[in-house]
């Protein structure tokens, strides 16, 4: 298991903020400076065992864009640190670290291209293509990273959709980032979508590689900053 503490992204001057409510899928209120405001949350998930009333957030300010004057990128959970809520910047630092080599079992590959709406990218390895499918893992349950944190049919479909490139002879990954530091590993949140623990386990025993990697954030110079702590951290099935 290789532990490293790389700071990829630093994405300015932070903010930070006080949970109030989750108003719906992608917006939050919050308290900015002792002023109520809302604030634009990349991920679509539940996040019922990170995000509660009281909690102590982390804002970007948005400029201009949409109704929201704050982009939500992270929140202190119990003691193990700041996780990274923002499933976009997901993406965004583990293309960063696969262009560094700083994921052991990935160095020598690049990414060709993505697909943003599916979390799927084109990579390659040593001269042989295959695919990516990215999924973000920010429940905490049992001390563990865990994924899904509610029912996703699409998560389904796009697990069915790596199977089906696996089948025809791709090299395929289904890589979970654990988006909360200090976890003992990444399992599966079965009891949230059995359907899906299942194809998942069946993805593995047809050769769908399921990999996970540790990140976490921290202030550095008032800056929010992503770090990748763990580039292969346990998985549990």
Not at 75 to 103: N, P, Q
Not at 124 to 136: A, F, H
């Amino acid at each position: 298991m290789r532990k490293t503490r790389v700071f990829s992204v630093r994405l300015g001057k932070v903010l930070p903020c006080r949970v109030i409510k989750r108003l719906n899928r992608f917006t939050v209120s919050v308290m900015v400076n002792d002023e109520y405001a809302k604030a634009y949350l990349a991920n679509t998930g539940r996040l019922d065992t990170v995000l509660h009333e009281g909690s102590k957030g982390y804002c970007l300010k948005r400029d201009g864009v949409g109704k929201t004057k704050y982009r939500l990128v992270g929140v202190k959970v119990k003691d193990l640190g700041i996780a990274v809520l923002d499933t976009l910047l997901h993406m965004r630092v583990f293309e960063e670290y696969v262009s560094k080599g700083l994921i052991g079992w990935l160095r020598g590959c690049k990414i060709l291209s993505k697909n943003v709406r599916v979390n799927k990218s084109m990579f390659e390895c040593y001269g042989m293509r295959g695919y990516v499918e990215l999924k973000s893992a920010v429940a905490l349950v049992n001390s563990y990273a865990a994924y899904p944190d509610c029912p996703t049919l699409r998560g389904r479909r796009h697990v069915r959709d790596l199977l089906s490139l696996t089948l025809r002879g791709f090299k395929t990954f289904l890589i979970f980032v654990a988006a909360i530091p200090k976890v003992k590993g990444f399992k599966l949140y079965e009891e949230r979508d059995k359907v899906l623990a299942e194809l998942i386990r069946e993805a593995l025993r047809r050769g769908v590689e399921v990999k996970a990697i540790g990140i976490g954030a921290s202030i550095v110079n008032s800056n929010f900053s992503i770090y990748l702590w763990n580039d292969s951290l346990k998985v549990v099935l």
